[in-house]
């Protein structure tokens, strides 16, 4: 029996009472607390699971590394004081994360185990798992579905990532992300990853959820280049369109489309809304963009309508260019045995380049072949800009200016290369051209020099004394290369010691052989 869950002091379960205030005193809280564990009648696993969230608390308050201070060594009342709890906190999610999956694997064994003994068939027992899992959790049978699948992945594959969790350098929305990317991944695929993660932890510093998805799905696709056409037939076939009701008379109406065709569809959408906007429309561009999808649809409907009845529309015109932005080697590009390839696409992210090769030969993935040949996917209205980038670093060729903004090709290449806000942790779409160093403190407007930042993060940037710090990529690069090539890291430091890396990808993703292997890992360590 639980001593301390029968103490009637307080008005939380066990009597313990958490302050509000967190600047209030709190002379022996700490003793009381630990005091209450030591009383604690439970299973030698039961004591064992307290004692590692302990542990996990007492690490992640004195070892810290998201901030300049540790908890333990900032001033009371200090904001360092403030964003090293935060950072604490951070840091303890990431490790009861950890616990978490362990746990929720061994539910299910045991639940699986309990069926058995009563005699359950082998393809009933633990099917019930997912429900009393996700009742204990307090969150949805579906979401506690994706939650299983994800923590049996981490467990049985990927020691390494779990550990890297435990210990607070992968934090959980990056485990978490790493495991659904690697979903109907081969097992072996997924060890060979967690290998690679154990090795170099670095490989993940400042990636918010999006870039890191797209980037271990590179990698998949490296590692397993036979399943790579299957995987995307199978995904096309998926393709759907959805409606969500949203209050005030709204609904949100979502597509899953192939990436080419949902890129070309979005550009086209923002180009002519911008246009509207310079022809003096008031609306705001993100509701044009809305205005003119429904436009669009609604004149096919009457259009379809017209020409069954013999009619000819009312008002034709010719329907607008699509363009995408594709960044492909061409040994990808002309290459039709290698499917291990990969292409950048604008506005997406990472792609298996047989996909931009199948699209341009009339054969996207899920496509329906019909002997007369007369599908409409046959026909292609994208026209495809290439940038070749460097095959050994995957870079693009250095550009700079002498004027303080950046010149559209130049915002271009940076929007192509950054993909996603630089800030780290961030995903937001990119929306201003920045100087990593200001312009007024002698930062060139250059390639090496700039960087893609969302509208939000780009002004706080300039609210304090934020300092970003270049990483180099090594000293073994030459002088002119090493000058013209962005830092391998920029470190941003908050004004009160928050810090956190924003590695600067490359056009197109290389890894490393192998762990062990003498090759330098993407995006290195930050000091300190």
């Given amino acids: 029996m639980n001593k301390a869950s029968t103490s009637s002091d307080g008005d939380r379960p066990g009597g313990i009472t958490p302050r509000r205030d967190p600047a209030a005193p709190s002379a022996d809280v700490l003793e009381d607390v630990l005091g209450r564990f030591a009383e604690v009648e439970a299973g030698a696993s039961a004591r064992t699971l307290l004692a590692q969230v302990l542990a996990a608390t007492l690490i992640a308050f004195t070892r810290t590394s998201s901030v300049r201070d540790p908890l333990t060594e900032t001033a009371p009342g200090s904001a360092e004081e403030a964003l090293a709890a935060l950072a604490g906190?951070?840091?303890?999610?990431?490790?009861?994360?950890?616990?978490?999956?362990?746990?929720?694997?061994?539910?299910?064994?045991?639940?699986?185990?309990d069926d058995a003994a009563e005699g359950m068939t082998p393809e009933s027992q633990g099917r019930g798992a997912g429900h009393e899992i996700a009742l204990a959790r307090r969150i949805s049978p579906a979401a506690s579905s994706f939650s299983q699948a994800k923590a049996r992945r981490l467990i049985r594959d990927m020691p390494g990532t779990v550990d890297r969790l435990w210990s607070g350098m992968v934090t959980d929305q990056q485990?978490?992300?790493?495991?659904?990317?690697?979903?109907?991944?081969?097992?072996?695929?997924?060890?060979?990853?967690?290998?690679?993660?154990?090795?170099?932890?670095?490989?993940?510093?400042?990636?918010?959820?999006?870039?890191?998805?797209?980037?271990?799905?590179?990698?998949?696709?490296?590692?397993?280049?036979?399943?790579?056409?299957?995987?995307?037939?199978?995904?096309?076939?998926?393709?759907?369109?959805?409606?969500?009701?949203?209050?005030?008379?709204?609904?949100?109406?979502?597509?899953?489309?192939?990436?080419?065709?949902?890129?070309?569809?979005?550009?086209?959408?923002?180009?002519?809304?911008?246009?509207?906007?310079?022809?003096?429309a008031k609306t705001s561009v993100t509701a044009l963009e809305a205005d003119l999808l429904v436009e669009d649809v609604q004149r096919s409907t009457r259009d379809a309508e017209q020409d069954s009845a013999g009619q000819a529309p009312r008002h034709p015109r010719p329907q607008p260019g699509l363009e995408v932005g594709i960044v492909i080697t061409d040994t990808?590009?002309?290459?039709?045995?290698?499917?291990?390839?990969?292409a950048r696409l604008e506005g997406y992210g990472t792609i298996p380049a047989h996909i931009v090769r199948d699209t341009l030969l009339g054969r996207p993935p899920g496509?329906?072949?019909?002997?007369?040949?007369?599908?409409?996917?046959?026909?292609?209205?994208?026209?495809?800009?290439?940038?070749?980038?460097?095959?050994?670093?995957?870079?693009?060729?250095?550009?700079?200016?002498?004027?303080?903004?950046?010149?559209?090709?130049?915002?271009?290449?940076?929007?192509?290369?950054?993909?996603?806000?630089?800030?780290?942790?961030?995903?937001?779409?990119?929306?201003?051209?920045?100087?990593?160093?200001?312009?007024?403190?002698?930062?060139?407007?250059?390639?090496?020099?700039?960087?893609?930042?969302?509208?939000?993060?780009?002004?706080?940037?300039?609210?304090?004394?934020w300092v970003l710090t270049p990483l180099s990529r090594g000293e073994s690069e030459p002088d002119t290369e090493r000058a013209a090539s962005p830092p391998g890291v920029w470190v941003w430091s908050s004004p009160h010691g928050a810090t956190g890396a924003s590695p600067t990808p490359p056009l197109i993703i290389t890894w490393p052989d192998g762990p062990g292997e003498d090759d330098e890992p993407p995006g290195p360590s930050p000091s300190g």
């Fill in 89 to 113: 906190i951070g840091h303890l999610r990431a490790s009861l994360a950890a616990v978490d999956a362990t746990w929720q694997v061994e539910a299910e064994q045991r639940i699986r185990q």
């Fill in 175 to 280: 485990a978490s992300t790493v495991a659904g990317a690697l979903d109907g991944a081969d097992p072996e695929t997924c060890r060979s990853i967690d290998e690679r993660i154990r090795e170099h932890p670095e490989m993940l510093h400042g990636k918010g959820h999006r870039r890191l998805h797209a980037e271990i799905r590179d990698l998949v696709q490296k590692l397993e280049p036979e399943r790579s056409r299957e995987r995307a037939d199978r995904a096309a076939r998926a393709r759907h369109v959805s409606m969500t009701p949203l209050d005030d008379g709204m609904a949100r109406v979502s597509a899953t489309l192939r990436a080419i065709d949902a890129v070309a569809l979005m550009h086209s959408l923002r180009t002519r809304a911008e246009s509207l906007r310079a022809a003096g």
């Fill in 332 to 342: 990808a590009l002309l290459d039709r045995e290698d499917d291990a390839g990969t």
């Fill in 367 to 465: 496509h329906l072949r019909h002997d007369e040949g007369d599908h409409p996917d046959l026909e292609v209205t994208a026209f495809f800009r290439r940038l070749y980038a460097a095959p050994s670093t995957g870079e693009l060729i250095a550009m700079e200016s002498p004027s303080r903004a950046f010149p559209a090709g130049l915002a271009r290449m940076l929007r192509w290369r950054d993909t996603t806000c630089r800030t780290p942790w961030c995903n937001a779409m990119i929306r201003h051209s920045d100087h990593a160093i200001p312009h007024h403190r002698g930062g060139p407007t250059s390639f090496a020099n700039g960087q893609g930042l969302c509208a939000r993060c780009n002004l706080l940037k300039e609210h304090g004394l």
